[in-house]
């Protein structure tokens, strides 16, 4: 079960019950049931089951503050920004050791190359999993797609969606695969 400071964060940000609360809360759901189970399936990995539940929970908290009408998001912000948008938001709540993982969770990362190369509207910085937290969650992440809510991918169906941005995330999610599964 989620913990209360989480429960704020979303009430604060998603104070009405909508479409785009309620998909939210089903992808966040979905994330954080995937997550735990790798959490419970390797304990070896040594991973704080509330910690990792929480962060999946916040990771895409900052959507709404983007602009992607196919998914209830009204914003300003072009989507990919959602990640930092939202780590500002949970560092603003005083909850900073959360923030990480939704700054890294898009793609499977995106390094400071790509933001350079492909000029995208980000900060020129690594925005890599470097946590074991931060990898489970992203990669529990891209087996739910907000557009699909219904639909579960199997590995290899998100890899062949990550396969479009380049070998870089690919191979990073390969491996956690192999880590993972």
Request: aromatic letters at 8%.
């Amino acid at each position: 079960m989620q913990s209360q400071f989480v429960t704020d964060i979303i009430n604060k940000c998603y104070p009405e019950d909508n479409e785009l609360r309620r998909l939210l809360l089903r992808h966040s759901r979905d994330v954080a049931d995937r997550a735990l189970a790798i959490v419970k399936k390797h304990p070896e990995l040594g991973l704080d089951a509330q910690f990792v539940e929480d962060c999946a929970m916040l990771h895409d908290i900052g959507i709404f503050m983007t602009d992607a009408p196919s998914i209830h998001c009204h914003g300003t912000e072009p989507y990919i920004r959602h990640g930092i948008c939202g780590a500002a938001i949970v560092r603003a709540e005083g909850w900073p050791d959360y923030a990480s993982v939704c700054e890294r969770h898009t793609g499977a990362g995106i390094s400071r190359r790509q933001v350079e190369e492909q000029r995208l509207p980000l900060p020129p910085q690594d925005y890599l999993p470097l946590t074991l937290t931060e990898q489970v969650v992203c990669y529990a992440d891209k087996f739910f797609s907000k557009s699909h809510p219904d639909r579960v991918r199997t590995v290899e169906q998100a890899a062949k969606s990550l396969s479009k941005f380049g070998d870089e995330g690919l191979g990073r999610f390969m491996r956690w695969a192999s880590m993972f599964e």
